[in-house]
């Protein structure tokens, strides 16, 4: 679904990304995991086209993403931070959106599923940090796309909209779509993660499956086993990196 080769990103002398090989599969949910600034969000800026690599090539599901803007109505994004016109309200923000992408998508549901029916005639700018991410996340689950990238989705959602997303995504999953999924809590990583990319200093530190992870560190936790894994450190790295 997702082919990445050879990306590299420098912002100014700051090299970010230096070398990212990886693919993802359709069907399956990648976590991207990695400490501040080991280039995440760079990753899937790319990715999207909203950061446009120094080298190398990405595909989305088989196009080359260089000069072709359609392949972005194949994805639904949830951005870490959303930017909303502020003086709207939520149906027409929704409204707004559904005239960018030309598509109806399904609000309806999901206004439900998250609680926010009260909130709908009320302008964004009123709103609690978490309504407005619960819009963020409506926004990136409503247009039925095929790829869908979350940027810390959870972060300021209560208990049961947690739970409801989780819910929804591994839905959208036994439907045969796929997720990168960034985030920093590991039990949501466990829970719904076929596979993790751990990002280190602008490289893949490790690839493989949750399991495969803890096995490989002999931990029993996702957390103590990712601490094993960077204590363990040059030593090891060679064998862990996938190139
Ligand atoms: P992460 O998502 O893993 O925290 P980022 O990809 O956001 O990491 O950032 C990696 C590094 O790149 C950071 O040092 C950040 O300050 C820098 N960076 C990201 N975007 C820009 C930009 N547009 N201009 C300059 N530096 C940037």
């Given at each position: ?6 990306i ?34 760079t ?39 959303a ?73 300021g959602?209560d ?18 779509k ?47 086993a ?9 030593g ?8």
């Amino acid at each position: 679904m997702v082919e990445v080769t050879n990306i590299e990103k420098s912002f100014g002398r700051l090299q970010v990304l230096k070398g990212i090989n990886t693919q993802i599969e359709k069907g399956k949910i990648v976590a991207v995991l990695g400490p501040n600034g080991s280039g995440k969000t760079t990753l899937i800026k790319c990715i999207l086209g909203l950061v446009i690599p120094d080298k190398g090539k990405i595909f989305v599901n088989g196009r080359d993403i260089k000069n072709d803007f359609n392949y972005r109505n194949d994805i639904g994004y949830l951005p870490q931070i959303a930017r909303f016109p502020e003086n709207l309200n939520v149906t027409e923000l929704f409204e707004m959106i559904r005239d960018l992408r030309k598509s109806e998508g399904n609000s309806e549901e999901l206004v439900s599923i998250f609680g926010i029916t009260d909130f709908l005639n009320k302008p964004l700018r009123s709103l609690s940090g978490g309504t407005r991410q619960k819009v963020n996340v409506i926004l990136s689950l409503m247009f039925n796309p095929l790829l869908y990238i979350f940027d810390e989705p959870t972060v300021g959602l209560d208990p049961i909209s947690r739970v409801r997303f989780k819910e929804w995504v591994k839905k959208e999953k036994s439907l045969g779509k796929t997720a990168l999924l960034v985030t920093h809590l590991l039990s949501e990583v466990d829970e719904l993660s076929d596979e993790l990319i751990f990002l280190l200093e602008g490289k893949i530190y490790y690839k493989g499956t949750p399991g495969e992870l803890k096995e490989s560190q002999k931990e029993n936790t996702l957390e103590k086993a990712i601490a094993r894994l960077l204590e363990a450190g040059g030593g090891q790295r060679q064998e862990l990196v996938e190139s």
